[in-house]
């Protein structure tokens, strides 16, 4: 049983050499990849999203103390 569990740990520290060899070679693809968000972000669509996601917590900031000031009044 116990050697079953070192060998599992070998196979699994084998794995990660491997990984960092291929992570610097991930980067060179993925220099592509951030360049394709670019063009998706000319999208009108895309962009309303992003103002709207920027927006909603701008908006919600200032009702909360509003809302938070009429509380008290009330009571």
């Known amino acids: 049983m116990s050697a079953v569990k070192v060998n ?5 520290c084998n794995p990660r050499p491997t990984r960092v060899q291929t992570s610097p070679v991930q980067p060179n693809p993925a220099q592509p990849s951030p360049a394709q968000p670019s063009p998706v972000q000319l ?3 895309k962009l309303n ?3 709207l996601k920027s927006e909603e917590p701008g ?3 200032p ?3 509003q809302l938070s000031q009429t509380q008290p009044n009330q009571s």
């Open 8 to 12: 599992k740990r070998i196979c699994s």
């Open 43 to 45: 999208r009108p669509g």
């Open 49 to 51: 999203l992003a103002h």
């Open 59 to 61: 908006l919600a900031q």
């Open 63 to 65: 009702s909360t103390p």
